[in-house]
């Protein structure tokens, strides 16, 4: 799971100007009247390695997620272009020697546009991305974050097959001598950061096939590393700083992400200090608030996993923040359920919403949270909030 990116809009509703309205007009025309609900009647390719399966809701021309598909390594890290949505997402803490622990996010997302495939101008949209970047501070107590947006195209911005290298602009991440490296030039800091695997991959639902609602439509593809080691620097008003830690990595791929009864998603993934990891999500009910579905894995830091069936999980709301600047109401601490475990996420600070409504016209809250049992500390990680300042539409 992870940041929200689709309600890209014309409206320019944070009243900012120059790059920022520039970006959002660019969003605008990219997604024209009509595209979310006028889905072409053909129908998707099939997926390699995968039996198609029929589909109850309107075919699209993108590709579908079906159950039975492997996913394959390393071939499966790098882009998908025929599903509709993608990202690379990494989160995680990090710690110097002249301040406290802090977390970072970076996203690179990639969509497909709904466009006439026959124009074969070196221009059109084909592909579209965008990419968030963030620092979660307590010492500041607010969250600092940029985000971009362009087309991949003229090698501006891109993602490519059978391996990671995702770009837009000078933002990179990518695969290469044996880990990952991001390089994040934002506005007010840059991440220079290297990510070395510990673990295997996790595969997360059924061997990779993740459902997000009770019908097999609404799903995605889905792995994750968690448990990387990070070294790098990370800068900030002139200043360099060497930095070490631990982080996550989700990759997902999907054309029809959510059901359209649910309103939005909390998710978490928490690396435990024994070396073990839980991802737990749950879709909210839009009728309700309350649970739509559910899941999320558990692995011993032996290889052994559990993946939880939707009855399984418990999200219970433990405190609430309201933003001063949307006036949006988060669950920012919880208690999680699963079997045999009670973990209770408290956030690093309330103040860690994404106001991305000029690259992508939503906001969200995602932030560096601390897992306790009992009381005493267990581990760090992420949690997401979606669909708390308005519903989500996808």
Same mark, same amino acid.
């Given at each position: 799971?992870?940041?929200?990116?689709?309600?890209?809009?014309?409206?320019?509703?944070?009243?900012?100007?120059?790059?920022?309205?520039?970006?959002?007009?660019?969003?605008?025309?990219?997604?024209?009247?009509?595209?979310?609900?006028?889905?072409?009647?053909?129908?998707?390719?099939?997926?390699?390695?995968?039996?198609?399966? *029929?589909?109850?809701? *309107?075919?699209?021309?993108?590709?579908? !997620?079906?159950?039975?598909?492997?996913?394959?390594?390393?071939?499966?890290?790098?882009?998908? *272009?025929?599903?509709?949505?993608?990202?690379?997402?990494?989160?995680?803490?990090?710690?110097?020697?002249?301040?406290k622990p802090f977390g970072f996010q970076i996203t690179f997302f990639r969509a497909r546009a709904e466009i006439d495939e026959t124009?074969?101008?070196?221009?059109?949209?084909?592909?579209?991305?965008?990419?968030?970047?963030?620092?979660?501070?307590?010492?500041?107590?607010?969250?600092?974050?940029?985000?971009?947006?362009?087309?991949?195209?003229?090698?501006?911005?891109?993602?490519?097959?059978?391996?990671?290298?995702?770009?837009?602009?000078?933002?990179?991440?990518?695969?290469?001598?044996? !880990?990952?490296?991001?390089?994040? *030039?934002?506005?007010?800091?840059?991440?220079?950061?290297?990510?070395?695997?510990?673990?295997?991959?996790?595969?997360?639902?059924?061997?990779?096939?993740?459902?997000?609602?009770?019908?097999?439509?609404?799903?995605?593809?889905?792995?994750?590393?968690?448990?990387?080691?990070?070294?790098?620097?990370?800068?900030?008003?002139?200043?360099?700083?060497?930095?070490?830690?631990?982080?996550?990595?989700?990759?997902?791929?999907?054309?029809?992400?959510?059901?359209?009864?649910?309103?939005?998603?909390?998710?978490?993934?928490?690396?435990?200090?024994?070396?073990?990891?839980?991802?737990?999500?749950?879709?909210?009910?839009?009728?309700?608030?309350?649970?739509?579905?559910?899941?999320?894995?558990?692995?011993?830091?032996?290889?052994?996993?559990?993946?939880?069936?939707?009855?399984?999980?418990?999200?219970?709301?433990?405190?609430?923040?309201?933003?001063?600047?949307?006036?949006?109401?988060?669950?920012?601490?919880?208690?999680?359920?699963?079997?045999?475990?009670?973990?209770?996420?408290?956030?690093?600070?309330?103040?860690?919403?994404?106001?991305?409504?000029?690259?992508?016209?939503?906001?969200?809250?995602?932030?560096?949270?601390?897992?306790?049992?009992?009381?005493?500390?267990?581990?760090?990680?992420?949690?997401?909030?979606?669909?708390?300042?308005?519903?989500?539409?996808?």
């Amino acid at each position: 799971m992870t940041s929200a990116w689709w309600r890209m809009r014309t409206k320019d509703n944070s009243g900012l100007h120059g790059r920022r309205r520039a970006l959002t007009w660019i969003a605008g025309a990219l997604t024209p009247p009509g595209v979310w609900a006028g889905l072409l009647a053909r129908r998707s390719s099939p997926v390699a390695g995968a039996e198609p399966v *029929p589909h109850s809701s *309107p075919v699209t021309r993108f590709a579908p !997620v079906v159950p039975g598909y492997r996913i394959r390594f390393p071939q499966d890290e790098g882009s998908h *272009p025929a599903f509709r949505t993608e990202w690379w997402y990494v989160t995680g803490w990090l710690e110097a020697p002249t301040r406290k622990p802090f977390g970072f996010q970076i996203t690179f997302f990639r969509a497909r546009a709904e466009i006439d495939e026959t124009n074969p101008s070196a221009f059109t949209p084909r592909q579209v991305m965008i990419a968030h970047a963030a620092l979660s501070d307590a010492a500041r107590g607010r969250l600092t974050h940029d985000q971009k947006l362009a087309r991949a195209a003229l090698g501006l911005a891109g993602a490519d097959e059978g391996r990671v290298r995702v770009w837009l602009d000078d933002w990179t991440l990518v695969h290469e001598g044996g !880990v990952y490296r991001a390089r994040i *030039p934002a506005r007010e800091f840059t991440l220079d950061l290297v990510f070395a695997q510990t673990q295997s991959p996790l595969l997360q639902g059924d061997e990779g096939f993740s459902r997000k609602g009770p019908t097999s439509e609404a799903a995605s593809y889905y792995y994750s590393l968690p448990q990387l080691r990070v070294e790098g620097t990370v800068t900030e008003s002139g200043r360099h700083e060497a930095v070490k830690g631990g982080a996550w990595l989700d990759h997902e791929w999907s054309s029809s992400y959510m059901d359209e009864r649910a309103s939005g998603w909390d998710w978490l993934g928490i690396n435990f200090d024994d070396g073990s990891a839980l991802m737990a999500f749950r879709m909210r009910d839009r009728a309700t608030g309350g649970k739509f579905w559910a899941g999320g894995a558990y692995r011993t830091a032996a290889g052994v996993r559990r993946v939880f069936s939707p009855q399984e999980i418990e999200f219970v709301p433990l405190r609430s923040w309201r933003s001063p600047r949307t006036g949006a109401v988060y669950p920012v601490a919880w208690r999680i359920e699963i079997p045999g475990r009670r973990v209770t996420l408290e956030p690093l600070m309330n103040d860690q919403e994404h106001d991305t409504r000029t690259s992508v016209g939503t906001v969200y809250w995602e932030g560096a949270v601390t897992a306790l049992i009992d009381g005493k500390p267990v581990g760090r990680g992420y949690l997401e909030l979606t669909g708390y300042w308005q519903p989500m539409k996808l």
